[in-house]
């Protein structure tokens, strides 16, 4: 219980991978790295630079962008 007394005020948001948002959407790696390194999905390397990690929150936000995210799915 003092723990989640210690915890409080953190923000405990969970973060997607590459490989996650991959399986989500159908989509292949290169795509998922272009759009957070376009800007049109909000991500960030970890330290290292090499993993890529996209919040939750970020990640439905580009899902619900409407046209601009569907855009990305026309052929």
């Given at each position: 219980?003092?723990?989640?007394?210690?915890l409080?005020?953190?923000?405990?948001e969970?973060?997607?991978?590459v490989?996650?948002?991959?399986g989500l959407?159908?989509v292949?790696?290169?795509?998922?790295?272009r759009?957070i390194?376009?800007?049109k999905?909000r991500g960030?390397?970890l330290?290292g630079?090499?993993?890529?990690?996209v919040?939750?929150?970020d990640f439905q936000?580009?899902?619900?962008?409407?046209p601009?995210?569907?855009?990305?799915?026309v052929?």
């Amino acid at each position: 219980m003092d723990n989640d007394k210690n915890l409080r005020g953190l923000n405990m948001e969970t973060y997607l991978t590459v490989a996650e948002i991959c399986g989500l959407l159908k989509v292949e790696r290169c795509s998922v790295i272009r759009w957070i390194r376009s800007g049109k999905l909000r991500g960030f390397k970890l330290a290292g630079g090499r993993l890529w990690r996209v919040s939750r929150s970020d990640f439905q936000t580009f899902v619900k962008g409407g046209p601009a995210f569907q855009e990305l799915f026309v052929k």
